[in-house]
């Protein structure tokens, strides 16, 4: 087993290297990069990044002489050439695609993620600084969906076609088939001074005089931003597990341990806590590191839009808006390197919740 587990430590890189990779060269072929963007603005044009240029990242990174350069970006013809060059070594586009991957390797090996193009701050200081927002989503998100998912769950397997079974089977669908920021929008115009109430903030962490409270005040209030992100995560994602959690155990329920269990006299709420609850939790709790990754950092992007909460989802949907290139490799790398860490996380706990898992076989390979 330590085997396998050394084996995906040392995937991982190649893993990362790849990802990196793949997702570098496709960014090389999108249109309006951030030379085209600053020569739009020069030229008082569009700068959306969505805008069409006839230019492409992989054409910028050529090196070219004089006459090339004023022909690879529309509508720079009739700027001065070295003008141009200039804005391209700012960016650094000044050097070949392949010299300026190594070079980010290189970088990231040791956790130099670069300089925002439009920040003026590094990217890891702006990683650290809009971590804590994602964090707070995510954890008590993922948090609030288990401590809710899993009695449920066990209620609705034990109650199996009961009006109670039935009931909240209607709740789980309606959690199923509308997404989180759909209740998000219906909790704003419900509590976020829309038509009914005002009763909540609409945008933020915390309150502005947020450093002028005391620290309980400090508590509330942050739990009174984070309320109504929180609920919307929460009724978007509990349905998927509940069902998990529902079919887990009815699926243990009819298994033979479980008969020889009763004919032994055991009540059922032994049966059900002493023997079942180990094997049916098994999927359920080695699925938590998997949930919250997922939450953190893709299930809480349009949370964090609404509710203008800047976190790491908005800071990198920014960052492609704007091709801010190295905050969206710093972020694609962070992002991918914790990823692979908590699945290596997810089947150690699979391991742990019970030993008779071996990933790598009898012999540990």
Known sequence: MNKYFIKRLLLIPVTLFFIILINFCFVQLAPGGPVEQTIAKIEGKNTDATARFSGSGSAMAEAASPAAIDSKYKGAQGLDLELIAEIEKQFGFDKPASERFWLM???????????????????????????????????????????????????????????FDIITSWAVIIGYA???????????????????????????????????????????????????????????????????????????????????????????????????????????????????????????????????????????????????????FGTLYIFGLLGLLLNLICDMTYHLVDPRIDFGGQNGN
């Open 105 to 163: 390797l290189k970088d990231y090996t040791t956790f130099d993620l670069g300089e925002s193009f439009y920040r003026s701050q590094s990217v890891i200081s702006l990683i650290a600084e809009k971590f804590p927002v994602s964090l707070s989503i995510g954890l008590w998100s993922t948090l609030l969906i288990y401590l809710i998912s899993i009695p449920l769950g066990i209620r609705k397997a034990t109650k199996d076609g009961s009006n």
């Open 178 to 328: 509308i997404p989180a920021f759909l209740f998000a929008i219906l909790l704003i115009i419900l509590f976020c001074g829309g038509k009914y109430f005002d009763l909540f903030p609409l945008k933020g962490l915390t309150s502005d005089n947020w450093q002028d409270l005391s620290s309980l005040g400090k508590i509330k209030d942050y739990f009174w931003h984070l309320a109504l992100p929180v609920t919307a995560m929460v009724i978007g994602g509990f349905a998927s597990l509940t069902i998990l959690t529902k079919n887990s155990f009815l699926d243990e329920i009819g298994k033979q341990y479980v008969l020889t269990a009763k004919a032994k006299g055991l009540s059922e709420t032994a049966i059900l806590y002493k023997h079942i609850f180990r094997n049916a939790m098994l999927i359920v709790i080695s699925g938590f590191p998997a949930a919250l990754i997922g939450i953190l950092f893709t299930g809480s992007l349009l949370i964090e839009v609404i509710f203008s909460l800047d976190g790491l989802g908005l800071l990198s949907f920014e960052a492609v808006m704007t091709r801010d290139y190295p905050v969206m």
